[in-house]
T-cell receptor, first 111, second 117 residues
Framework: GEDVEQSLFLSVREGDSSVINCTYT??????LYWYKQEPGAGLQLLTY?????DMKQDQRLTVLLNKKDKHLSLRIADTQTGDSAIYFC???????????FGAGTRLAVHP | GAVVSQHPSRVICKSGTSVKIECRSL??????MFWYRQFPKKSLMLMAT?????????EQGVEKDKFLINHASLTLSTLTVTSAHPEDSSFYIC?????????????FGEGSRLTVL
């Protein structure tokens, strides 16, 4: 079946850039998403990209999509302590119209 | 952005009782809603796809008689955990996509934390 993989943990210094990576297997994926989850809270949609795009920028967030390698990344510029959270990559499976999630990457921002 | 509301946000119940969780799209219509379950420190697992006016489609391994899903209108889907057991304790999250438009955006509720004693 479809699979989405992410590294589980990332630690960065405040002010640096963070890059969270994600790989997926479904080549027919249409939309790819990044969600943020803070402790005890639901999911917050950060940004998403359509499969015919290779980059999308939204303020401090930059999403890069390499469709050939099935690789998605989220770059957070000028990372702040408030960015500490779990970031989930999710892929809309084109054949079944369902969202498949990665395990989430826990981002820790330290001074 | 569009708003999806879940209620209750937290619920504690006794083993053997049933609990209903509501998912509402507040400012858009959603033909399809999705129910997810999140285990501690793990990702979200899709439980079922809820379709307005028809039966839900359950993922493999999800007991449809235990997790009853009803999508009675274009703005409301409910998940009922029947005869709850402690192992059903989890964080349940719903999501919905606007029926109109093709943005592909999926909006999530804030989640409902179920604790079964």
């Amino acid at each position: 079946g479809e699979d989405v993989e992410q590294s589980l943990f990332l630690s960065v210094r405040e002010g640096d850039s963070s890059v969270i990576n994600c790989t997926y297997t479904d080549s027919s994926s249409t939309y790819l998403y990044w969600y943020k989850q803070e402790p005890g809270a639901g999911l917050q949609l950060l940004t998403y990209i359509f499969s015919n795009m290779d980059m999308k920028q939204d303020q401090r967030l930059t999403v890069l999509l390499n469709k050939k390698d099935k690789h998605l990344s989220l770059r957070i510029a000028d990372t702040q302590t408030g960015d500490s959270a779990i970031y989930f990559c999710a892929v809309l499976s084109g054949g079944y119209n369902k969202l498949i999630f990665g395990a989430g990457t826990r981002l820790a921002v330290h001074p | 952005g569009a708003v999806v509301s879940q209620h209750p946000s937290r619920v504690i119940c006794k083993s053997g009782t049933s609990v209903k969780i509501e998912c509402r799209s507040l400012d858009f219509q959603a033909t399809t809603m999705f129910w997810y379950r999140q285990f501690p420190k793990k990702s979200l697992m899709l439980m079922a796809t809820s379709n307005e006016g028809s039966k839900a489609t359950y993922e493999q391994g999800v007991e449809k008689d235990k997790f009853l899903i009803n999508h009675a209108s274009l703005t409301l889907s409910t998940l009922t955990v029947t005869s709850a057991h402690p192992e059903d304790s989890s964080f349940y999250i719903c999501s919905a996509s606007p029926t109109s438009g093709s943005s592909g955006e999926l909006f999530f509720g804030e989640g409902s934390r179920l604790t079964v004693l």
